[in-house]
């Protein structure tokens, strides 16, 4: 048998689920009047909750906190990133057009080992990259789901 008495937080956790706690736990609230007593009135207590009603307000909570939210702006931004981008696309598939027949030569000259071996390294390297902001992105989520 203990000799001290038991935490708050063992007597409360006795009191929600005594199946969860341990032997000792038990054994020393049937032994000791101090401790069964605390965890009869927590018991009443956590009843005594439990019976509350659930809170009603006279006004409409969502509405009122929705009107305080700042509206969303109208803004250009992804009008201006989609011409931007569109814009590198179109630079980089001229640049392609025109630096074709230098590009073909400057790949002429390595062994089709070592491209293959960059093309590998560069794609597992974007893996890596999207899959690591794609974490990053699901961790964000969860947390605005948590607010």
């Known amino acids: 048998m203990m000799t001290e008495h038991l935490s708050e937080e063992e007597i409360q956790q006795y009191a929600l689920d005594n199946t969860a706690c341990g032997e000792a736990v038990k054994v020393h609230v049937h032994a000791c009047p101090h401790c069964r007593q605390k965890v009869e009135n927590y018991q009443l207590l956590f009843?005594?909750?439990?019976a509350q009603p659930p809170?009603?307000?006279d006004f409409d909570?969502?509405?009122s906190v929705l009107e305080k939210l700042p509206q969303?702006?109208?803004?250009?931004?992804?009008?201006?990133?989609?011409?931007?981008?569109g814009l590198a696309i179109l630079g980089m598939?001229?640049?392609?057009?025109?630096?074709?027949?230098?590009l073909a030569s400057l790949f002429s000259g390595i062994a089709s080992l070592t491209i293959y071996l960059i093309l590998i390294a560069s794609l597992a390297i974007f893996g890596f990259l999207c899959i690591d902001?794609?974490?990053?992105?699901v961790k964000q989520t969860k947390k605005l789901?948590?607010?």
């Open 145 to 147: 789901n948590y607010y």
């Open 72 to 85: 969303p702006r109208k803004s250009l931004g992804n009008v201006l990133v989609s011409f931007i981008l």
């Open 133 to 137: 902001k794609y974490m990053r992105f």
């Open 55 to 57: 809170a009603t307000f």
């Open 93 to 102: 598939g001229c640049l392609l057009y025109f630096f074709r027949g230098q």
């Open 61 to 63: 909570l969502a509405e």
């Open 47 to 50: 009843m005594a909750i439990k």
